[in-house]
């Protein structure tokens, strides 16, 4: 039976049929629009697919054959063409399955010519027609958008997170079979509603400063770090709490705008790293990427480049245990979005950009052994294992992390103390108000937190009274500052002065300020 209709079609086929339609491809943060042409004709039946496509889009002739047939329409005995325009630009991944077996159907005169004008449609086609995820429909939502289409057909599973764009018409669709009832007017697909994008549910803290003992200097030296959004080094020996510490630090971070939360969400949606169930990231991140890492995993990059860690912690913290074990290229490569928050990834066939406005948490000893300048357990490393080991962070990268402190061993006393600590709602209210007083000091600037600061917003946002100014310059002279450093202190101390709510940075504010930029190579007691 199928044959013969397969051979009816094939005799109404007389002058070629073309078939135009629209989808999608990610570059970088951004989608780029793909016009697919199909044209059926008579000639050897064969199925052919040009564009600079790579293996999963030439592997979708053998899913559209099957999904057509499941379908229970014929795939046409024709010579078929498939064209993904623009032809210079690479496409990849299965996302064009469903426009692609679409374009057959309606150039062999199966669905009516016009049924998908002024729409988008990507999809992943399974063999019985199943309509499967795609990464990036928030991006190709937004493309839809701004080109001023008005209907967006996205699988099922990708409809909540399409539908965080307003002013666009978002159809969730199953399978290939749902979709050509709805285009013939047979039994219509019902839109996705908008995700709510004002419902905020705050998640308790995974660690709470209350349940911390001890180490008092290294929860002030977070909040200050939290207020700003200042990268912070923490060294100390193994089983001191620094991990446990800087996996408290979400709990106190201020909670994400609409605006970033949005940022975050069209990272993680590129990346493929949203659920169905989440659409919209409304916790800061928090990446932990163990030392075995490659570089390209860290900032990104790859043969079709996608973000990297750094890109993942996006407005919030990117946390890196035991950092001297990371590979070297792998730290050196971080200079740039540290100072930049951007990271440019180029290729000969061109440059992509990927935010990088994170904060860096950092954890390791003092030496192989751990020990260096621990007041109980003696260090086994020779003078020259321990230079070697410290050597491994360079001064550059070193000069970029605004806050350095020592964590030592916690007492006994402490330990065993049933009292609990101040909790992280109370330490996260302080920091709210510091980033409130931020946020109205560079409203309209494009800068959120202290950390971002430029020269100039230092010069206009950093008075001193003349005692500040001189402990300032006795400092530059003992500790052989250098010029980013010394931006980098008035940052930290502006900070500090807006957890006290001052506008003039005091003496007792650089002095708090001065003593998170430790001294290199690490050493002395920790007791």
């Given at each position: 039976m199928e044959n013969e209709i397969a051979s009816d079609m094939l005799c109404r086929i007389g002058t070629p049929m073309l078939a135009r339609l629209f989808s999608c491809a990610l570059i970088g943060l951004n989608g780029e629009l793909v016009t697919v042409e199909v044209d059926v004709s008579r000639g050897q039946p064969g199925f052919t697919i040009v564009g600079l496509p790579d293996a999963a889009v030439q592997e979708a002739r053998e899913r559209v054959r099957s999904a057509i047939r499941y379908a229970g329409f014929s795939f046409p005995l024709a010579r078929i063409v498939v064209n993904l325009a623009p032809a210079d630009l690479r496409k990849e991944g299965p996302v064009y399955d469903l426009p692609i077996a679409l374009g057959v159907l309606i150039a062999s005169e199966q669905l009516p010519l016009n049924a998908l004008d002024n729409a988008l449609v990507v999809g992943e086609l399974g063999l019985d027609g199943t309509v499967r995820h795609v990464p990036g429909a928030l991006v190709m939502a937004a493309l839809a958008r701004d080109l001023g289409t008005r209907r967006l057909f996205v699988p099922a599973a990708d409809a909540p997170e399409a539908a965080l764009v307003p002013d666009l018409e978002i159809y969730p669709v199953a399978t290939l079979q749902d979709l050509i009832a709805h285009l013939l007017g047979q039994k219509p697909i019902l839109p996705q509603p908008p995700t709510p994008l004002d419902h905020w549910v705050d998640t308790p803290p995974a660690v709470d400063f209350a349940d911390i003992k001890g180490q008092e200097h290294a929860k002030r030296a977070l909040e200050v770090a939290a207020a700003g959004n200042h990268n912070l080094l923490m060294v100390g020996p193994p089983g001191t709490g620094k991990t446990l510490l800087a996996?408290?630090?979400?709990?106190?971070?201020?909670?994400?705008?609409?605006?970033?939360?949005?940022?975050?969400?069209?990272?993680?949606?590129?990346?493929?790293?949203?659920?169905?169930?989440?659409?919209?990231?409304?916790?800061?991140?928090?990446?932990?990427?163990?030392?075995?890492?490659?570089?390209?995993?860290?900032?990104?990059?790859?043969?079709?480049?996608?973000?990297?860690?750094?890109?993942?912690?996006?407005?919030?913290?990117?946390?890196?245990?035991?950092?001297?074990?990371?590979?070297?290229?792998?730290?050196?490569?971080?200079?740039?979005?540290?100072?930049?928050?951007?990271?440019?990834?180029?290729?000969?066939?061109?440059?992509?950009?990927?935010?990088?406005?994170?904060?860096?948490?950092?954890?390791?000893?003092?030496?192989?052994?751990?020990?260096?300048?621990?007041?109980?357990?003696?260090?086994?490393?020779?003078?020259?294992?321990?230079?070697?080991?410290?050597?491994?962070?360079?001064?550059?990268?070193?000069?970029?992390i605004d806050i350095q402190i020592e964590v030592p061993r916690v007492e006994f006393e402490k330990l065993s103390d049933d009292r609990r600590g101040e909790p992280s709602a109370r330490i996260r209210e302080r920091v709210e108000r510091a980033r409130a007083i931020q946020r109205e000091r560079f409203h309209g600037t494009g800068i959120l937190c202290n950390a971002e600061m430029g020269p100039g917003h230092i010069r206009a946002y950093c008075r001193m009274e003349p005692q500040a100014q001189a402990l300032l310059k006795a400092a530059m002279q003992q500790l052989h500052l250098s010029a980013r450093a010394y931006h980098r202190v008035l940052k930290v101390a502006r900070t500090i002065a807006d957890l006290e709510g001052s506008d003039l940075l005091r003496a007792h504010h650089l002095a708090e300020a001065l003593q998170y930029r430790s001294r290199w190579p690490m050493g002395g007691s920790y007791g």
């Open positions: 996996r408290a630090l979400p709990g106190i971070l201020p909670r994400l705008s609409l605006e970033e939360a949005l940022e975050v969400t069209r990272i993680y949606s590129v990346a493929d790293l949203l659920s169905p169930e989440a659409p919209l990231i409304r916790q800061r991140p928090f990446r932990a990427p163990h030392h075995t890492i490659s570089h390209a995993g860290l900032v990104g990059g790859g043969r079709f480049p996608r973000p990297g860690e750094v890109s993942l912690a996006h407005r919030g913290v990117l946390f890196l245990d035991e950092l001297p074990e990371f590979d070297l290229r792998a730290l050196e490569v971080l200079r740039q979005p540290l100072e930049d928050k951007r990271v440019v990834i180029s290729r000969a066939a061109g440059t992509l950009e990927f935010p990088a406005a994170f904060m860096l948490v950092a954890a390791m000893n003092p030496c192989p052994c751990g020990y260096y300048g621990d007041p109980l357990k003696p260090c086994t490393c020779s003078p020259t294992m321990v230079a070697r080991y410290q050597k491994r962070l360079s001064g550059p990268l070193l000069d970029r």
